[in-house]
């Protein structure tokens, strides 16, 4: 198994960083989880675009031109000979140099790695449950950053209680998942959350949208509150590995009849018709 580094493409054992790595040391960096299905790349542009304006927005330098970088994906993917469902990991830290806070003048690590990952089939066809949790981040979530405490944090949650996924909120307005954008469906209108700093724009969330105003749907880029929610006919969340995923149950509250709602299909069939999936959920 092979990784890209920005020292071009090596083993994944002759990997060794400093135990100075600001990844480790501090969560400085940033990072990007991206879809392959059956050996190809899911929204790759948009994902490698998201990067670049996390790096940008915390003064990170990406060590490869966007151009470049895809072109060493697809090397790597090559070389990995990768032809079924997987996934790809993707970081930037800001180097490895003694601790201190302020920046060093030291170049960034990068690395990119694959691994098999498979679709979550039979949660996609019967839905998951979901618990709330308060927000407590930071007020720039759309940077896609290492530091994930409170995000582990609400997920550990989360599965404590057999739930799937935590829905976060603040003060009582729904902002998006532990790990992923979250969706409501009352009287054929779609809600989401606005696109704003305090979520992450979800390249799942934007593809969902324009699938949605295909579909007939009316879209609403309107933050809704956890009572709304629990009142919706339907609710979804997305995400790159989740991908269009019903949710339907919220703190032991059955949503709608407690099944996957039509609307909802209807998406997802239209997402697995739009990224080239095969294996149908
Ligand atoms: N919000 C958060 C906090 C996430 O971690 C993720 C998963 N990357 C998402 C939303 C969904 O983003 P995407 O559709 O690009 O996977």
């Keep these: 198994d092979y990784l890209l580094t920005q020292d071009g493409i090596i083993t994944k054992e002759s990997l060794l960083?400093?135990?100075?790595?600001?990844?480790?040391?501090?969560?400085?960096?940033?990072?990007?989880?991206?879809?392959?299905?059956?050996?190809?790349?899911?929204?790759?542009?948009?994902?490698?675009?998201?990067?670049?304006?996390?790096?940008?927005?915390?003064?990170?330098?990406?060590?490869?031109?966007?151009?470049?970088?895809?072109?060493?994906?697809?090397q790597l993917s090559e070389k990995n000979?990768?032809?079924?469902?997987?996934?790809?990991?993707?970081?930037?830290?800001r180097g490895s140099a003694p601790?201190?806070?302020?920046?060093?003048d030291v170049p960034s690590n990068f690395y990119a790695y694959m691994e098999p990952s498979e679709r979550p089939v039979s949660p996609l066809q019967q839905g998951v449950r979901?618990?709330?949790?308060?927000?407590?981040r930071w007020d720039l979530c759309y940077i896609k950053s290492l530091n994930l405490l409170p995000n582990i944090l609400a997920k550990q949650t989360a599965k404590e209680k057999g739930a799937f996924e935590a829905i976060l909120?603040?003060?009582?307005?729904?902002t998006e998942g532990s790990s992923s954008n979250v969706f409501i469906i009352k009287d054929k209108i779609l809600f989401t959350h606005p696109a704003a700093e305090n979520i992450l724009h979800g390249c799942v969330r934007s593809r969902v949208l324009a699938l949605a105003l295909k579909a007939g749907l009316q879209v609403k880029e309107t933050a809704f509150t956890t009572d709304q929610l629990l009142q919706a006919d339907e609710v979804?969340?997305?995400?790159?590995?989740s991908e269009i995923m019903p949710v339907i149950e919220i703190e032991g509250s059955l949503i709608g009849n407690g099944k996957p709602g039509s609307d909802t299909r209807t998406l997802q069939l239209a997402y697995e018709k739009e990224s080239g999936i095969q294996t149908t959920a």
Aim: hydrophobic share 40%; no cysteine.
């Design 169 to 174: 909120h603040k003060n009582g307005t729904v």
């Design 99 to 104: 601790r201190e806070h302020s920046f060093p």
């Design 81 to 93: 000979d990768v032809q079924t469902d997987a996934k790809l990991y993707l970081q930037i830290t």
């Design 130 to 136: 979901a618990v709330l949790a308060d927000d407590i």
């Design 17 to 74: 960083y400093p135990f100075e790595e600001r990844g480790l040391q501090f969560g400085d960096g940033v990072y990007e989880v991206i879809r392959i299905y059956q050996g190809t790349f899911d929204l790759l542009e948009e994902h490698i675009d998201r990067l670049y304006r996390s790096a940008e927005a915390i003064r990170l330098e990406v060590p490869f031109a966007k151009d470049a970088l895809i072109a060493s994906l697809h």
């Design 236 to 241: 979804f969340i997305t995400s790159t590995t």
